[in-house]
């Protein structure tokens, strides 16, 4: 056990992705995945969160593993009735108050659009993935992915304003070297603000 794990971190690498619009601009809330020949999934499958504080999600864009389970808790001093209309994933968490929570477990790739139907205005998504190396950009629009094994590896970007369908992704091949790190810019091209309204 202990040589085979010795063999896998020698064999993997960090990898940095930065995605930026055209014009330059950091994009947060992208998703970035890396996928390739058969791996295990690193990606943490409990303790997933998403919150209603505010009266807003937290956070907006969440990515979680095939099979897991996400829990919904309120902290606002109103009620909330969450729920998803989307094909990867449909669940209604019918109305509770302050210091509730209730849980989904999510089956199926894809992207679940998340909505009250109390506060319109409360949007999120969670992109629900197999690749074993996944997370979600942060302001400056970067993500570190650590310990990628060497190979030759798919990325992919998804960003809920992305132009395209609601699972449209930017893919590209990455090579991931034995030993080092990697960076890599992606460009990605998304929706203005005041034109995005999310389909549920």
Known sequence: MTCLAMHASAWAVDVRVEVKAPNGEPIANAVVTISGPAVASS??????????????FSPFVLVVPRGASVSFPNFDQTRHHV????????FELKLYGAGETRSVRF????TI????????????FIRVTDAPWAAVTDKMGVVELRNVDAGDRLIEV???QQKGSPDATLTS????PASGR?????QLTVRNQLDFHPAY
């Open 83 to 90: 729920y998803s209309f989307s094909p990867a994933g449909p």
């Open 113 to 124: 659009a998340v909505g009250c139907n109390i506060h319109d205005q409360m949007t999120a």
């Open 158 to 160: 998804w960003h809920p």
């Open 182 to 186: 990697v960076s890599k810019v992606v």
């Open 43 to 56: 990606l943490r499958s409990d303790g997933l969160v998403m919150q209603q504080k505010d009266l807003a």
């Open 107 to 110: 089956t199926k790739t894809g």
């Open 173 to 176: 091949t990455l090579a991931v």
